[in-house]
């Protein structure tokens, strides 16, 4: 199990934090193409066989990070957190609440599509109330020895995030139910009649659960959340200003008009869009090899995207084949995301969780009890 230290960050010293550490970067899956490294919307594959993080308050300094750049890139702080406003908004209360009472703060699930920053936001949950944040993923919990381990090392108000946290076991989301609600780990200790409960006091700590398909998660699990929050995908300008935001720290210079186009390519997306300035980046430093410097203007990001054939909606090679097979296999549709993932090749997770959230969000595609429908923008923006 990978252990990364950071510091817990002073509350409310005024003074800027310091970073905590992040990493674990997720492990390329055997089924990984190129095209999801650049989109950064990582399979379903790729999530499989994480382990778990200590992103801790200030004792880390002598480990250390697995990718220190990324970790530049993620915001530290709420106020550096670009977009999400409702969510940042409940967010601030209900932190300065639990810091009022000098409680934990509750436990929190947060849903929606891949990339959009819910791993970030836990991290930063961690940092406002100064306390240590243990990441790991609900694949990493396949035996319910590996969340009683992870249990058995939290401290007092830590925060542990469970990514994916619909794949979770029976038994580890058994053992999770009085550990979130009353603070107790149930263990059973032997076999048949002679097995016996043994419970263990937990420190109060808060569980941070994360999920692209909160419908898949139990009713007794999802209850036990006492703050439920979709993070929505980002408008053009709140991208814009993460590509920016994102340029001064690698550093790069991009003009308004160049992190825009980047922005437009970036289906509402932070982590796609990061990734896509950095391979324009690339792209602007070989070209301008001769220059002094290293400059993304508008014309350079769209020559750039083309290349990478990511095209003005974002939408790569897999979106468009995706659509592409279901006009000409299944006219249009409607078709089931059983026969959609055949055809293609995608696994139907992939399909439902990564690619069919931004097609369904830009009306390209429509989801009917019958199956998956191709819409008339889409047929006349795949024919241009
Ligand atoms: N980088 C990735 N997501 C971000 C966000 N929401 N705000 C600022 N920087 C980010």
Redesign the pocket.
Known sequence: MAIISSRPQPTNSGEPPKKARVSGAKPAGKNSSHRDLLQGAATIEEQQGEESILIKGNQGDQQQSQNPQEEK???QRLE?????KDLKGVLQIAIAAAQGRNDPLDHLLLYGPPGL?KT?MAVILATEMGTNCQITSAPALERPRDIVGLLMKITAGDILFIDEIHRLSRMTEELLYPAMEDFRLDITIGKGQSAKIRSLPLPPFTLVGATTRVGALSSPLRDRFGLIQRLKF?DLAELQT?VQ??ARILPVEVTPEGAEEIARRSRGT??IA?RLLKRVRDYAQVHQASETSTKITQEVAVEALELLEVDPLGLDWTDRSLLQIMIDNFKGGPVGLDSLAAATGEDVKTIEEVYEPYLLQIGYLQRTPRGRIVTDAARKHLSN
């Open positions: 890139i993620r915001p550096d957190y670009i977009g999400q920053g970030t980002y993460i935001r994102t932070p982590r990061n």
